[in-house]
C-alpha cells in the first residue's frame, strides 16, 4: 500500500546534496532513525517513489540542528531543479493559457507538484491583482512543521519563473479546522 505522501528518488537525493553542502551531515545522520541513515548512504534512483517518513526525519533534524531557514532554502533549490526541468513545460503551458503572472502558476501547482510528489494537493484563492492565498492539503497525518517551511521555500520560485517583483509569502497558517487524515495550511503571497 503506498504511503500518503510520496517523493521522487531525485528529490530526495537533493535533500541530501543540500545537507552535505551545509555540513549538516552528521548533525542530520545523528537525528534519523537507522532506516533512514541507510538511505542517506544508498539513496533510492531519481526516478523511484518513496514515502515521505525519510524525508520528513531529514527535514525535522534539519530544522533542529538550524533552524527554518536552510528549510526554505531548500524549498527554493529545489523547485528551481525541478522547475528548471521537470515542470518547464507545463509552466509554460500555463502561461501561455493564463498569462505569465504569479497566479497563473499558484493557480496550477497541482500540475507542477505532481511531477516530484504525490499526496499534496493545491487551492488558490485571489484576493487582489496581486495578492491571493495559497492553500496545500497534505494527506496522511503526522506531517511536521518542517515541510510547511520547504513548501513556503517552494513557493518562492513562482516569482522567480513569472518574474514578479517585490515577491513575498507569508509564514504558513495551519488550519485547525482540515479535518482527520490531513493537514492543511495557508499561505498569504503578494508581489508589486
Request: net charge neutral; charged share 25%; hydrophobic share 45%.
Amino acid at each position: 500500500m503506498a504511503a500518503a505522501r510520496q517523493a521522487l528518488g531525485a528529490f530526495f537525493r537533493t535533500l541530501i546534496d543540500f545537507v552535505n553542502e551545509k555540513g549538516l551531515l552528521e548533525q542530520v545522520r545523528g537525528k534519523v532513525s537507522e532506516e533512514t541513515r541507510e538511505k542517506m548512504l544508498k539513496p533510492p534512483s531519481l526516478l523511484s517513489w518513496l514515502d515521505s517518513k525519510a524525508i520528513d526525519e531529514i527535514e525535522v533534524a534539519i530544522g533542529e540542528v538550524a533552524g527554518p531557514a536552510p528549510l526554505i532554502e531548500f524549498g527554493s533549490r529545489a523547485a528551481r531543479a525541478f522547475g528548471g526541468s521537470m515542470v518547464q513545460p507545463v509552466i509554460r503551458a500555463a502561461f501561455l493559457l493564463f498569462g505569465e503572472t504569479p497566479a497563473a502558476a499558484f493557480a496550477n501547482l497541482d500540475n507542477f507538484f505532481t511531477l516530484a510528489t504525490r499526496g499534496i494537493s493545491f487551492h488558490w484563492r485571489k484576493v487582489t491583482e496581486k495578492e491571493g492565498v495559497v492553500e496545500a492539503r497534505f494527506a496522511g497525518t503526522g506531517t511536521p512543521q518542517a515541510a510547511f517551511h520547504v513548501l513556503q521555500g517552494s513557493l518562492r520560485f513562482v516569482f522567480e519563473i513569472s518574474g514578479a517583483k517585490g515577491g513575498e509569502i507569508d509564514p504558513f497558517e495551519l488550519v485547525t479546522d482540515a479535518g482527520p487524515g490531513a493537514a492543511v495550511v495557508r499561505y498569504r503571497v503578494r508581489w508589486t
